[in-house]
């Protein structure tokens, strides 16, 4: 008997979705019929740029999914990659699947100390004041009393609102 198979394999990703903020090592996830014989992943790091193939699964029995270090395809900070897995079938058909305006970060805040200025000395129950850049989540406030040998937390802001400020005694 012969089997005329002339519909493409659907594919789609599990992980990651359209419009996430990823960092470092990222699990991306596939789901794929049975009769799939690879998927191949390929990352697009800028609007339009050509996709680049990143790996060929062709073991479909741990499913279908690749470990990406995103600091491959971005160092910093960048906006409006896309991610793509193509299936192909045991007949050759292929069908791709890709998310988009996915955001890469992989750099750490920058943060200013403004209050107290460098080499102030402080004296009872003290306003510590900085600035961080928009993505922070928390600024870590610490001090050295031996010119940064050791560091000794003060305390944490979480909440920006107001700037990021902690009160020490």
Sequence with gaps: SVIVDNINPVVSLAYPH???TLTGGVK??????????????????????AFVTRLTDSNRNDGWSFDWATDND????????SLRAEATDASGL????????LEIDNSAPSVTLLVPANGATLKGVNILSATSSSDTASVLFEYSP???SAWYV???DSASSGGWNITWD
């Design 74 to 81: 971005c160092a910093a900070e960048c906006t409006n990659v």
């Design 28 to 49: 991306v996830v596939a789901i794929a019929p049975a009769d799939t014989s690879s998927v191949r992943f390929y990352v697009s790091n800028a609007s339009g740029a």
């Design 18 to 20: 359209d419009n996430q």
């Design 154 to 156: 003060i305390g944490t």
């Design 94 to 101: 292929k069908q791709n699947y890709t998310v988009n305006n």
């Design 146 to 148: 031996d010119s940064g």
